[in-house]
Structure formats: structure tokens, C-alpha cells
């Protein structure tokens, strides 16, 4: 969580500075939806889509983090050799199926890896995110519907952080996301997205559930989004200080904090060791990315097909 | 050698290839046909126009998957199952309905390798159906085959007979990329030899269907049918004409094309899709960049006009290309 975080508020910082090509959408207030999933799937068997805003969630599925850095800055050792960029970016070796820069694009693609695993027996689970603006599009209903009929080992994690780009879910979204999954048959739950405990618990049933045959499950977590919709939104359509408010009483990571400390599962100072390691990860990650050449001019033509003359 | 038609070709590919992997699955609406119906499930289609009959029965509704009527969430799973460890191939009913999942095809599983730094496979098949002829109505009939070969990442096949079906589809199969396989429904009962063992035909190589020496004919799918009879035709009147089939718009053989019309010195492209930014307008374009120096006439296209296609038969007939329209063509240009 704290390395999403990191990553995330320097980014910021260097997309203002102008240094980071194209669009950058910023997850800084819902890493304890990532990780609360992720931390409970495994590398090899579990796959994940992600959305337009999806850095969290590679990070959480464990994609290299120096990689992905020289990917946002389009460079030649990033991820995806800089063809991806930022919305892009996918690792398949860490069950990442790609950040995805269509709304909806990734629940179609997450059935098919619950089909795989399915078929394959692998005993693996898929989780799309599924952003509040997503939950909207068709592509959503159709995934729900076909994973509910084929009993696909599924987790539609959607993240509800109040806007689709500029626009409140207040709005745009009808009735409840938790009420549209349990109209299809599939078991859903709302949880506080800026609780850990509570998101990892829900995932866990979820997982569980999809693991043991259970077929496919829906969890609405409330989020909170720190930014706008890209790095750079003026966000007129924000009341003064509700970026503030959030960030005060709905920081995930100031509740983390706050319950391990109390729970005294870790102290104060490694807190703290644990701040400093992942301050110097991404202090690396961004010199790296900055070093990093160009891609080679030929890469241009390269890996449009498998073979490709 | 056994005479199948182009449906039972079909039918056969996907058999063989089946047999031969367990990893070959097939999605799409009805594909088997009768899940949950009141008859028990009982394989009861093979899809609208029988293509995919008894293979339910054959490998079970583990591997022949009838979905729900939601082509985005088919051609995304097909697409997700492809970049996991499956081969599968989607049945997409008809090609006009491309529109509603197109983002599936375009958008992700066109682009995951090169995205990605060339670390993805997504051997994909998604079967559709074009063509008109069965006065079947504007969305029901488009041949949209140049819409996704203008799209890097995706091969696209187009065969004209059932030899060539067979092998395409088996090659398509075993390809490690997206294909999109357009089968032409007015071709699905035409039949010729087509032997039992499985083979595959190699993509961007394509066919001279008849030899000559007057004017080159380049056919797209079944024009190519049209394109023989009028060969055949014309070769009564002593006149040569060079016919060549495509078979695949994606990757495009222009060398074959190329080579044909240095010798030919004309050349006249049938397409039955719409004329604008088409196949056509490609080897069209091709040819008169590359072989302008060798033509003794103007390139000429053969097409269906500019509008959707119409539902009644009378007004299809003349929608489509015909062997008497090719040939009006081809007299006029010879006489240049």
C-alpha cells in the first residue's frame, strides 16, 4: 500500500514537471482495494484485469516496479518495451492481463482466464476491477450474466470512488452496483474501500467461494479518490475541501496504521524502516526510468504478429 | 478424393483439431444449440446453419460452449482464454454483428502482443459468417472482411472453396495470432474434393485458379467463383484470363498479384464488399504503385456499390457483383 501510494504521489509530481509522456491516472487513495484482493492471489494461476487506472493493481499483483516505471516513461526496459505506457501496462508471467484504457474492456477478457483455469483445472480465480463509470457499460452485464451461467471462478471487484471521469456516480449510476450482481445470482457484498481488514475479508469469502466451485462473486468497495480523473484535473466538480475531508478520514493507510499499531502486530519504527525502503524503491525507480534509453527504433515494426516479416 | 462441401470442411477442420489438442475449445451462441431446453440438452443446431453439428456430442459442453446472446463477453472470453492457455475458437453468428464487440477484437486482442512488449500469444479464431445472396437483409449480409484487415494484429481469411476452408481453418487453429475466418453462407453447400487426412494452408499465399495471358482477375472470397466462370467463359472466345484467389486478405500475397499482372498487363479486382477503403482499393493501390510501368489499360474494380446491402432479391441481385457484370468489364478493357 505504501509503495502504490509512493509510486503514485511522485508521479504526480514528475507528470506536472512534464517528464511523463501522455495520460496518467492516479489510484492514491484506493491501494487497500488492490492489495486487499491481491494479497490473498497467487502468481502463477490467478490473474487479474485491471482499468485506466491501473498501477495499483499491478503493484499489487506484483508486477516489477522498476519496470513499470521505465513503462510509464515509455522507455525501452519497461514492461511492455514502452508500447504499453501507463494504461497499458501488463505482465501475463504475474497473472496481470493489462491495465485497460476502454471502460469495460477487461470483465470480458477476466472470463476467459476463469475459463482457462476452469477447464485447465488449475484451481485459479480472475478478478476484473471494475471502476463505478465501468459498472455502466454492457460489456459488465454480459460478463456477470455469462460468469453466473457458466459458474466461472470469478471476483468482480468493483471500485466505486464516486466519479466516472468527471461525472458523480450519484449521477450516472442507477440503484446499487452490489444490487445489479445479486440480480444476476451472484453473491455480492459492500465494504468501506479504505478499510483493509474489511476489503481482505470480503476477498477472502470471495476467492474461497470461486476456489471451491462456488462460481463467481461481486464485491462494492467504497472508495475515495485522492486525485481528479487524470494527473493535472482541476476538478471543478469537487465542493471545495472534499479532497481534503477524504484524505483526513478515509486514508487508507493512516487506518492500516492505525489498527496495526493498536493491535500491536507492528510498531511505530518499522512503520516507519518500511516507509524509508519503499521512499528509496521509488527514489531508484524514477532515476532508472529517466536513464533508461529510448525504445530501438525497429521495435516499431516488431511483435504485430508472433512472427512477423 | 472424398467431394465435401464447404460446410462439412468446415466441420471436419474443427474435428480434426479437436482430436489432436484438448486445448481447442468452441464458444459461441447455439454452437451446440438446446442447453437447458426442454428437451434435456440435447446437442440440438451445431449454430444457425449446422456448421459446428455433433461436436457437442463428440468432445461434450466442456470444449463446445453454448453462451448467452452477449458477443463482447464471447469474443472477450474467447480473447482472455487465448492469452491464458486455451485455443479457442468464437463463433461470431454473423459478421454484421462485429459492431457490438468490436472493441473485443480491435482494441484488445489485436493489439495484446504488441502492447506488451511482444510477451503475449492470442491464438484466437473468431469464425463468422459474411456475404450476401440469401436476401437476408442489411444486417445480415455485409462482407466486412476490409474493416479488419486494415487492423494491425489481426490475420483475416477468406476462402472460396471447401479444399481451401479445410486448410485455412486448421492453419488458423494452430496460428499463434488473432485470425478472424470469414466463411461466405452462400458458399456453405458448394462442394469438391477435399481429402480426409488434416493439412494446413500456409496464409498470404495466394491461389491461380486458372492460368493466362490476356488480363488478370483477382477474386475475394466467393467472387472468386465468379471469376472462374467468366475465365472459363471467356476462354470459348479465345480470350486468357488469369484468375487468382487471395485466400487471405491479411497477410495480402501482392507479390502473386504483382508477378501476374507484369505478365498480363490488366487487371480487374472483384470484391463483393463496398468499394471505399476496401481490399479492392488496396491491390488496386498496390498494383499501380509497383506495376504501373507494365499496364496496357486502367485498373478496373468490380464491386457492390455504395450503400448497405438491400433485403429484397431483386434489388440484391443487383447489388452484388455478377459473372455478366465482370464480363462487360473485362471486354471493355481489352479493347483499350
Known sequence: ?309 | MPIKTYREAINEALRQEMEANDRVIIIGEDVAGGAGGSAGGAEAAGGVMGITAGLATKFGRDRVIDTPITESAIIGMAAGAALTGMRPVAELMFADFIGVCLDQIYNQAAKFRYMFGGKARTPLVVRTMIGAGMGAGPQHSQAIYPMLTMIPGLKVIVPSNAYDAKGLLIQAIRDDDPVIFCEHKSLLGDSCEVPDEPYAIPFGQAAITRKGSDLTLVGISRMVKFCNEVADRLKQDGISIEVIDIRTTSPLDSNTILESVRKTGRLVVVDEANPMCSVASEISSIVASEAFDHLDAPIKKVTAPHTPVPASPTLEALYLPTPDKIEVVIRDLLER
Open chain 1, 1 to 309: 500500500m505504501r509503495t502504490i501510494r509512493e509510486f503514485e504521489e511522485r508521479l504526480h509530481v514528475e507528470f506536472l514537471s512534464g517528464s511523463v509522456p501522455g495520460f496518467l491516472h492516479l489510484y492514491s487513495g484506493q491501494e487497500a482495494i488492490a492489495v486487499g484482493i491481491c494479497e490473498q492471489l497467487d502468481d502463477d494461476r490467478d490473474y487479474i484485469g485491471s482499468t485506466h487506472r491501473g498501477h495499483g493493481h499491478c503493484i499489487a499483483k506484483g508486477v516489477d516496479v522498476k519496470a513499470m516505471m521505465k513503462e510509464i516513461y515509455c522507455k525501452k526496459n519497461g514492461v511492455c518495451g514502452g508500447k504499453g505506457g501507463s494504461m497499458h501496462i501488463a505482465d501475463l508471467d504475474k497473472g496481470m492481463l493489462g491495465a485497460n484504457a476502454i471502460v469495460g474492456g477487461a470483465p470480458p477478457l477476466a472470463l476467459g482466464a476463469a475459463l482457462s483455469a476452469k477447464l485447465l483445472k488449475t484451481g485459479g480465480v480472475a478478478v476484473p476491477f471494475i471502476g463505478d463509470g465501468a459498472a455502466n457499460q454492457g460489456t459488465v452485464a454480459e460478463s456477470m450474466n455469462m460468469a453466473a451461467v457458466l459458474k466461472l471462478p470469478m471476483v468482480f471487484m468493483f471500485e466505486n470512488n464516486g466519479y466516472a471521469e468527471f461525472t458523480a456516480a450519484s449521477y450516472a449510476t442507477a440503484g446499487s452496483i452490489e444490487a445489479r450482481a445479486k440480480a444476476y445470482n451472484i453473491p455480492a457484498v459492500t465494504v468501506d474501500g479504505a478499510d483493509f481488514f474489511a476489503v481482505h475479508e470480503a476477498a477472502r469469502e470471495a476467492i474461497e467461494r470461486a476456489r471451491n466451485g462456488g462460481g463467481p462473486s461481486a464485491i462494492e468497495a467504497k472508495a475515495y479518490r485522492f486525485w481528479g480523473h487524470f494527473a493535472g484535473d482541476p476538478q471543478r466538480y469537487r465542493a471545495p475541501g472534499e479532497t481534503k475531508e477524504l484524505r483526513e478520514n478515509h486514508d487508507c493507510l493512516k487506518h492500516f496504521s492505525e489498527r496495526v499499531t493498536q493491535a500491536a502486530l507492528l510498531d511505530q519504527a518499522e512503520m516507519n524502516a518500511i516507509d524509508v525502503e519503499v521512499m528509496q524503491l521509488i527514489e531508484d525507480a524514477v532515476a532508472e526510468a529517466k536513464a533508461d534509453p529510448q525504445p530501438d527504433p525497429e521495435s516499431l515494426y516488431k511483435d504485430v504478429y508472433v512472427s512477423y516479416n
